[in-house]
């Protein structure tokens, strides 16, 4: 699963970049919902999960952090990763992605999670590899990601 997984993203990145570079990030972030998003209240509609909510059995106070984990978390996070696969190159806009793990780790930390040595030696060894990558390429694309006027 991981290596279908990893396969999947690698031609979303390209088709992104080289199918559908005429369309707005906007645009293939909203598509790209609504391709998981209406076969998952399918879904959720047959495993009765509407019916569970209304009658109280899934407390709401759950529902609604991942309501904002999902709104905020990933959909900004989407649409900001389209926008960087608009103004660079594929390689550069996955590697990126590594940084997740950098972002976890002070999230957890934050929250009172121990942080280990092996952890803090994973992130650098990460954050060297995605310098060695990019080292050639300029780093002021990264301040372009923010600006939705393309």
Known sequence: MVLSGSL???ISLNVIKYKLHHLHPNLI???SFCFIGIPSLIYLWQKEFFFELSSGEIEKEGLIAVFILALLGTAV???IFNRLIKISS???ASSITYLIPVVAVVFGSL???KI???QLAGLIILLFGIIIIN???PFHRIK???IFDK
Do not use: M, N, R
């Open 144 to 146: 372009q990601v923010f």
């Open 77 to 79: 996070a989407v649409l």
């Open 111 to 113: 929250y009172g999670e």
């Open 90 to 92: 594929p390689v550069f």
């Open 116 to 118: 280990t040595f092996i």
């Open 29 to 31: 972030t909203s598509v």
């Open 8 to 10: 999947c993203y690698a």
């Open 135 to 137: 080292i050639d390429k």
